[in-house]
């Protein structure tokens, strides 16, 4: 059996971020692109029409009016609305896709480098189809979970007192850990479809058999990381604004102020801010999907040492 090194692979993220920092950069810019490039659209056609309905409806209430709001308005704002999310959504899957085919490239193919590697092709179509599938699973799977904990809820209140706190606490920690031992078994489902370059769901459980643990101290790690920089990441941001603003910009008063201007006046003051933040916020989803991602590829490669990958 194939021995699998969890430091080994909780290290490989962190190596594509060093050798690799333009890509992983330029990973997260592809990603917000085809991500929220779409929903930037959908609010700036219909966004500013929704402030000023809000609007429009707290100045009457604040004046006591007793107006009744435009009820045809909102509807026809809301169908716009509506005419948007199959793209949002179609981009979102694809922009997954792109993403995840992206870093598994990078760990799996080093050599196969092209412009960042970045495709948009067979592995990437997919990703984003093993994506769909693992959400549906995972809502069916908490369906699930949930049912069963709350049976072993309802079977505990049933019970005697001095039982019936420790039959529900037992019920809901088994569910749980039940929940994360699936997810675990079906975690290498997505360095798998890439390697083999066909679907891969169900083969996972096969090749995880005999490594649950490490895979799940795997995944226990991977989640104190990105807590860590996720703390780092608030402190430094609390850091800088009120490094730059102050605590006397962020009062209530300005704030209201601020937003009782034109529509138009704040946001083009808040353009180059909202900008900025996501181009930053773009960067950082590179390397946090690098850093989460890559060590899955990692084990694949190890529990399947001898594995034919390109390497154009």
């Known amino acids: ?37 779409p929903v930037l659209a959908m609010w700036m056609s219909a966004g500013p029409e929704f402030l000023e309905f809000f609007r429009s409806v707290s100045e009457a209430s604040e004046s006591g009016a007793a107006a009744e709001p435009d009820v045809e308005a909102f509807t026809a704002l809301n169908a716009e609305l509506t005419l948007w999310q199959p793209l949002t959504w179609l981009t979102s899957l ?22 960042a590697y970045l495709r948009l092709g067979k592995d990437e179509l997919w990703q984003a189809l ?11 799977l908490v369906i699930v979970a949930m049912l069963l904990g709350g049976a072993g809820v309802l079977i505990g209140a049933a019970m005697p007192s001095p039982a019936k706190g ?12 039940a929940l994360i031992w699936v997810m675990v078994r079906f975690s290498q489902a997505a360095p798998m479809t890439f390697a083999e370059k066909r679907f891969r769901l169900f083969e996972s459980w096969a090749l995880t058999k005999g490594h649950s643990w490490r895979l799940f101290g795997l995944a226990l790690l991977l989640c104190l990381v990105v807590l860590a920089i996720e703390a780092l990441i608030v402190g ?4 800088v604004m009120f490094g730059v603003g102050g605590v006397t910009r962020f ?32 960067v950082l989803t590179g390397a946090l999907t690098a850093i989460l991602l890559a060590p899955w590829a990692s084990a694949y490669r190890q529990l399947v040492p001898n594995a034919q990958t390109s390497e154009i």
Do not use: K
């Not at 694809?94 to 412009?115: D, K, M």
């Not at 093993?130 to 069916?140: M, T």
């Not at 209530?252 to 006046?265: G, W």
């Open 236 to 239: 430094l941001a609390a850091a």
């Open 130 to 140: 093993l994506y769909l599938c693992l959400g549906v699973f995972a809502v069916a």
């Open 166 to 177: 420790w039959v529900i606490a037992l019920a809901v920690v088994a569910v749980v850990l």
């Open 251 to 282: 009062d209530h008063d300005a704030i209201e102020a601020f937003f009782s201007q034109p529509i138009d006046v704040w946001m083009a003051v808040l353009a180059p801010w909202l900008i900025g933040v996501g181009l930053t916020c773009a």
């Open 94 to 115: 694809g922009a997954h896709g792109v993403l995840f085919a992206a870093v598994f490239r990078a760990a799996l193919e080093p050599r196969n480098r092209g412009f």
């Open 1 to 37: 059996m194939a021995r699998l090194s969890v430091t080994t692979a909780i290290g490989t993220g962190f190596g594509l971020v060093a050798r690799y920092p333009v890509s992983v950069a330029l990973w997260g810019v592809a990603y917000f692109v085809l991500s929220f490039a």
